[in-house]
């Protein structure tokens, strides 16, 4: 009977024993870290030889470019003494026949020191006309044939045809003496002597015979004569 009761009383102690944790709680789980990957650094990967730095560029300045190169256009500086001092001493002609003769209306002289020429313009009003300009032994007075005294030791003259001197009512548009002592480096005077029948007359006292040249300007119309100052 002692051996029964022992035996009882140890069968609760053993259930209490068995059930002494919480009731119902599974054991803890442990819990696996994988490795993480190692991802491979390039600078630590090991050179198979010497790295060669790259070479920097060369810098250029602006400065040592040399800009594209522009066309060259040489433009002539303008002359400062224009035409030089003519050379011939030949008769210029020239034959016209306008329907109403022009007006001699003025007389103007001109020193070109540093040209080498003087100049004579003879001023017209009216359409274009024909001209004789040449070297005459003496100068005469148009319609009487008179020789007319004047200063110098060449003379040249111009003769307009037609042309004449004077308005419808005869008054003269030229005195007898507008630059009759002009007195410039190869020119003494000019003296019109002539405004006879459509021709007008003008002659040219010179201190030596030299080359001479003829043209036409307009705007106002004029006739002009350049002549040298050097012998010819």
């Given at each position: 009977?002692?051996?029964?009761?022992?035996?009882?009383?140890?069968?609760?102690?053993?259930?209490?024993?068995?059930?002494?944790?919480?009731?119902?709680?599974?054991?803890?789980?442990?819990?696996?870290?994988?490795?993480?990957?190692?991802?491979?650094?390039?600078?630590?990967?090991?050179?198979?030889?010497?790295?060669?730095?790259?070479?920097?560029?060369?810098?250029?300045?602006?400065?040592?470019?040399?800009?594209?190169?522009?066309?060259?256009?040489?433009?002539?500086?303008?002359?400062?003494?224009?035409?030089?001092?003519?050379?011939?001493?030949?008769?210029?002609?020239?034959?016209?026949?306008?329907?109403?003769?022009?007006?001699?209306?003025?007389?103007?002289?001109?020193?070109?020191?540093?040209?080498?020429?003087?100049?004579?313009?003879?001023?017209?009003?009216?359409?274009?006309?024909?001209?004789?300009?040449?070297?005459?032994?003496?100068?005469?007075?148009?319609?009487?044939?008179?020789?007319?005294?004047?200063?110098?030791?060449?003379?040249?003259?111009?003769?307009?045809?037609?042309?004449?001197?004077?308005?419808?009512?005869?008054?003269?548009?030229?005195?007898?003496?507008?630059?009759?002592?002009?007195?410039?480096?190869?020119?003494?005077?000019?003296?019109?002597?002539?405004?006879?029948?459509?021709?007008?007359?003008?002659?040219?006292?010179?201190r030596h015979r030299a080359g001479f040249r003829v043209f036409e300007q307009r705007d106002p119309a004029?006739?002009?004569?350049?002549?040298?100052?050097?012998?010819?």
């Amino acid at each position: 009977m002692r051996r029964l009761a022992v035996a009882a009383a140890l069968v609760p102690l053993a259930f209490a024993a068995a059930c002494g944790g919480t009731p119902g709680s599974p054991p803890a789980a442990t819990a696996t870290v994988a490795p993480t990957p190692q991802t491979p650094n390039p600078s630590a990967e090991p050179t198979t030889g010497p790295t060669a730095e790259p070479t920097a560029a060369p810098t250029v300045s602006a400065s040592t470019i040399p800009a594209p190169a522009s066309p060259t256009t040489t433009v002539p500086a303008p002359s400062s003494t224009g035409p030089g001092a003519p050379t011939s001493t030949e008769q210029v002609k020239v034959t016209r026949t306008p329907e109403r003769p022009p007006l001699v209306t003025g007389i103007r002289t001109a020193a070109h020191a540093d040209k080498g020429f003087d100049r004579v313009v003879v001023d017209l009003r009216g359409a274009r006309t024909g001209y004789t300009v040449g070297y005459v032994r003496q100068v005469v007075q148009d319609g009487s044939g008179d020789v007319v005294p004047m200063k110098g030791d060449a003379f040249l003259q111009i003769t307009l045809t037609p042309a004449q001197a004077h308005s419808e009512s005869g008054k003269p548009t030229l005195g007898r003496t507008p630059v009759l002592n002009a007195e410039l480096v190869n020119v003494r005077g000019v003296l019109p002597v002539g405004d006879f029948e459509g021709v007008v007359t003008v002659a040219i006292g010179l201190r030596h015979r030299a080359g001479f040249r003829v043209f036409e300007q307009r705007d106002p119309a004029r006739l002009v004569v350049d002549i040298a100052h050097r012998r010819a």
